[in-house]
T-cell receptor, first 115, second 110 residues
Framework: SAVISQKPSRDICQRGTSLTIQCQVDSQVTMMFWYRQQPGQSLTLIAT?????????ESGFVIDKFPISRPNLTFSTLTVSNMSPEDSSIYLC????????????FGQGTRLTVV | GQQVMQIPQYQHVQEGEDFTTYCNSS?????IQWYKQRPGGHPVFLIQLVKSGEVKKQKRLTFQFGEAKKNSSLHITATQTTDVGTYFC??????????FGPGTRLSVLP
């Protein structure tokens, strides 16, 4: 299993500012994933973060808006830059552990409100 | 790209009734996973299905993977209030990342 600590758990931010979300895993993982979940909606993958290389972004997400760091195998950050109210959402980090099967584990999420 | 659809979007049942949610992928999957997200919580892994036609049971939950590996279902027998939440399927194409379905939100009336 994997225990993921994500912070902050929630924040209210002014438009035009940036917020950095941190994700700490209790074990080394190759890939970490960042998702966005609009209220009552499904999870949308923002990007995949590998240690030692640039993150891979999904369609509709760009590095300038969502820069990601992955300095080691247990930690990653996602920054939401130049925020607007449309960025209000829950942001979740996730890791996959492979054993008998591949299982995804999620952090508690960061509930972001942009005013 | 790969799309994953789920129906119904919402389901309200009386406690003790059965519940089923269906998941369909636009492409053949290598495997499919199911997650449950309680209100205010984060998704929690339930199960992974890999083989064509596979059926797995967890107490009152029965998971099925279609023969063509493009659809799946989750059936809950005799729902309880603790079953409340949103159930997501997540399909993984060969060499692809997981794509989550939109989820089915289940409410159980006592």
């Amino acid at each position: 299993s994997a225990v993921i600590s994500q912070k902050p758990s929630r924040d209210i931010c002014q438009r035009g500012t940036s917020l950095t979300i941190q994700c700490q895993v209790d074990s080394q993982v190759t890939m970490m994933f960042w998702y966005r979940q609009q209220p009552g909606q499904s999870l949308t993958l923002i990007a995949t973060a590998n240690q030692g290389s640039e993150a891979t972004y999904e369609s509709g997400f760009v590095i300038d808006k969502f820069p990601i760091s992955r300095p080691n195998l247990t930690f990653s950050t996602l920054t939401v830059s130049n925020m607007s109210p449309e960025d209000s959402s829950i942001y979740l980090c996730s890791v996959e552990k492979e054993g008998a099967f591949t299982e995804a584990f999620f952090g508690q999420g960061t509930r972001l409100t942009v005013v | 790209g790969q799309q994953v659809m789920q129906i119904p979007q919402y389901q309200h049942v009386q406690e003790g009734e059965d519940f089923t949610t269906y998941c369909n992928s636009s492409t053949t999957l290598s495997n499919i996973q199911w997650y449950k997200q309680r209100p205010g919580g984060h998704p929690v892994f339930l199960i992974q299905l890999v083989k064509s036609g596979e059926v797995k049971k967890q107490k009152r939950l029965t998971f099925q993977f279609g023969e063509a590996k493009k659809n799946s279902s989750l059936h809950i027998t005799a729902t309880q209030t603790t079953d409340v939440g949103t159930y997501f399927c997540a399909g993984q194409g060969y060499g692809q990342n997981f794509v989550f379905g939109p989820g089915t939100r289940l409410s159980v009336l006592p």
